[in-house]
């Protein structure tokens, strides 16, 4: 197979490609009378992960695509990078995928069928992990390489996560640590020394599935995946769809190693800056490190969970014994003058 860099054949990385929450609203917004579909329990009016759709015996069937342009340029790694993120929505609604069709994109006049073969192959192998198949999917020719899934899975509907679930006196926990969406700008710049992306690689490749477990604890109230709107975005959206505010103690958040390095380094992607362009107004104030960390646009990153206060000790002996050793890095609190606080 040739060799090639993916990420100088587009123009994004990631989930960095994402319009802005802010556009996106305008986008979104619409004067037509919308139908209303009571089987739907879930649909776009929250900006919960995927849609739910009630089967009438208990159970909903979930729905979600995601995609997007390399965020590395292995082939193989990127393929596998978009079908774990792609998956996540399911796991973050509290359910299990059943299958998935891709959703790919292809210059066939700058990259060979081969290379596009490896980026499949990623996508198939993590489909495999987590037990689904790739059931099919639609291509076409494109001027950037685009690789994702679309994703249906099932959930128990006493189980169903939902941003409106969540309510004051829950401690917030996040599963993987902040910082690919600079550790993937200094690869494109070229700045990253060998090894230092590899930890972001393995937080990228390694499904959510704790998500579906954690989703039938008592006390788990509310949960979304932390992706291109950063760690600052996806809090926001949980808290608005549920009228409260929260606390967040930035000395607790995780990051990847070497993140401050890069950062210091000016390693800051667009996406970040369009993120605090879209929702900097709801945050307190923050400092120029908390805010080019807490908007990072994430790809593939981890669950951003909360929890009630009287459950925290089970949740925190669960999460242990399958091997995250998690600390609260906020709490949700009435509803301020700001959305987020930053303490």
């Not at 994004?12 to 490609?17: E, L, N």
């Not at 006049?109 to 198949?133: F, M, N, Q, T, W």
């Amino acid at each position: 197979m040739e060799s090639v860099k993916l990420t100088e054949y587009s123009h994004g990385a990631g989930c960095g490609c994402k319009i802005s929450p802010m556009l996106l609203d305008e986008i979104l917004h619409t004067t037509r009378k919308v139908s209303v579909y009571p089987d739907l329990l879930v649909g776009n009016s929250d900006k919960d992960d995927a849609a739910a759709f009630d089967l009438g015996n208990g159970t909903s069937v979930l729905s979600t695509t995601d995609f997007f342009m390399p965020i590395v340029d292995d082939p193989f790694i990127f393929g596998q990078i978009a079908a774990t993120n792609a998956l996540s929505d399911i796991y973050a609604m509290g359910g299990k995928p059943l299958m998935a069709i891709s959703i790919f994109g292809w210059p066939i006049d700058k990259l060979s069928a081969d290379v596009a073969k490896e980026v499949i192959d990623g996508g198939r192998s993590i489909c495999e992990e987590a037990g689904i198949p790739l059931a099919g999917g639609h291509s076409i020719d494109s001027p950037e390489p685009i690789f994702g899934l679309a994703v249906t899975g099932l959930v128990e509907n006493k189980h169903l996560m939902k941003n409106s679930n969540a309510k004051e006196d829950c401690h917030i926990f996040l599963t993987k640590p902040l910082g690919i969406g600079i550790l993937s700008t200094a690869q494109k710049q070229k700045k990253i020394e060998d090894g230092d992306i590899d930890p972001a690689i393995k937080a990228m490749t390694t499904l959510n599935k704790i998500g579906a477990d954690l989703a039938k604890l008592d006390g788990v109230i509310a949960m979304t995946d932390v992706t291109g709107f950063g760690l600052l975005g996806h809090l926001v959206e949980i808290c608005e769809a549920s009228k409260i505010s929260s606390e967040i103690y930035f000395d607790k958040v995780p990051l990847l190693p070497n993140v401050e390095k890069y950062r210091q380094l000016g390693c800051i992607p667009g996406g970040a800056k369009k993120n605090f362009m879209s929702y900097g107004s709801k945050i307190s104030e923050m400092t120029q490190q908390q805010r080019e960390i807490l908007c990072d646009a994430q790809t593939s990153g981890g669950l951003l969970i909360m929890v009630e206060t009287r459950a925290l000790d089970s949740f925190m002996e669960f999460t242990k014994q399958n091997g995250l050793h998690l600390d609260s890095i906020g709490k949700t609190i009435l509803k301020g003058e700001y959305v987020v606080e930053i303490v």
